[in-house]
């Protein structure tokens, strides 16, 4: 299993759009891997992580052949995760050559709800369905447990705005194991329930760390409270010495650049996302 990093960034992105904070304006002076778009990654060329308003951008930069994806997991609905009106670019006569092969969008009601009203907005323009079999919304809720292109993916309840209804993903395929963990601050209990009543071995774990070196434990996360995640997955017969963990998901908000974030990093043994960034595991 590999998984390929095409954005690693909270909403704004690193630099941030209109922003001249002295992390912004080190970033735009670095550039490399202090440059970062919003957050959505790529697993094993086949399933998708999230629908951000980036995506476009990310399939140029990494040669992504996005007719050939047929399955995105929708983590939550704000819109750094989810850019619904993307779908429109589906429809007849936008997109040729893709009839009968729709992209399967699942997520919880809010996300499942707003596809589908883009799904309504892009029939409204024609007086038959123009995105007949190139999209399909599936709803998704947490701890039920769905197939999708020989994936088992069971989403799990995150710690983040309960209005979105927001889910970390389980991949599991083939005797590997991820835990995609963005947006979340430190796990419900609810979801420590499921993991250790249906015990599997992690082989990778991305965890959101929006604030870096600063203590955030409530809706995002920093280092510090990753690591407590780590060390409760180790606890718990979830993770063990050969897992890999990522930090992924910054924002400029948390002070530090890449380069000056990656030594703070190495000392928790997490490595470090950047935009374009590959693991295999």
Same mark, same amino acid.
């Given at each position: 299993m590999k998984i390929k990093y095409l954005?690693?960034? +909270?909403?704004?992105?690193?630099?941030?759009?209109?922003?001249?904070?002295?992390?912004?304006?080190?970033? %735009?002076? #670095?550039?490399?891997?202090? !440059? %970062?778009t919003r957050s959505q990654a790529l697993v094993d060329d086949t399933l998708?992580?999230?629908?951000?308003?980036?995506?476009?951008?990310?399939?140029?930069? /990494?040669?992504?052949?996005?007719?050939?994806?047929h399955t995105c997991l929708i983590t939550h609905d704000h819109e750094d995760h989810l850019y619904q009106d993307e779908l429109l670019n589906r429809q007849e006569g936008f997109a040729h050559g893709i009839d009968g092969q729709p992209l399967f969008i699942y997520g919880t009601y809010p996300a499942y709800a707003k596809v589908v009203a883009a799904i309504d907005k892009g029939t409204g323009y024609a007086d038959h369905n123009v995105m007949e079999d190139r999209v399909s919304p599936v709803r998704v809720k947490a701890f039920e447990p769905f197939?999708?292109?020989?994936?088992? !993916?069971?989403?799990?309840? #995150?710690?983040?705005? $309960? %209005?979105?209804?927001? $889910?970390?993903?389980?991949?599991?395929?083939?005797?590997?194991?991820?835990?995609?963990?963005?947006?979340?601050?430190?796990?419900?209990?609810?979801?420590?329930?499921?993991?250790?009543?249906?015990? $599997?071995?992690?082989?990778?774990?991305?965890?959101? +760390?929006?604030?870096?070196?600063? +203590?955030? /434990?409530?809706?995002?996360?920093?280092?510090?409270?990753?690591?407590? !995640? %780590?060390?409760?997955?180790?606890?718990?017969?979830? #993770?063990?010495?050969?897992?890999? /963990?990522?930090?992924?998901?910054?924002?400029?908000?948390?002070? $530090?650049?890449?380069?000056e974030m990656l030594p703070v990093a190495e000392q928790y043994g997490f490595l470090v996302s950047y935009d374009g960034m590959e693991v295999e595991f």
């Open positions: 954005g690693t960034a +909270a909403c704004e992105g690193v630099p941030a759009a209109f922003c001249r904070c002295e992390v912004c304006e080190k970033s %735009r002076k #670095a550039g490399g891997r202090n !440059i %970062r998708l992580l999230d629908l951000n308003a980036d995506t476009y951008v990310h399939s140029l930069f /990494y040669g992504l052949d996005l007719p050939s994806i197939e999708a292109e020989g994936y088992r !993916i069971t989403p799990l309840e #995150a710690q983040h705005d $309960v %209005r979105c209804e927001p $889910v970390i993903y389980l991949i599991e395929k083939d005797g590997k194991a991820l835990l995609y963990a963005h947006d979340t601050g430190l796990f419900p209990e609810s979801t420590w329930e499921y993991l250790t009543g249906h015990p $599997v071995k992690l082989n990778l774990v991305s965890l959101d +760390a929006t604030h870096a070196i600063h +203590a955030n /434990y409530s809706g995002h996360m920093g280092f510090a409270a990753d690591a407590q !995640i %780590r060390d409760r997955l180790v606890k718990e017969g979830l #993770a063990d010495e050969s897992t890999i /963990y990522v930090a992924n998901h910054f924002t400029h908000n948390a002070g $530090v650049t890449y380069d």
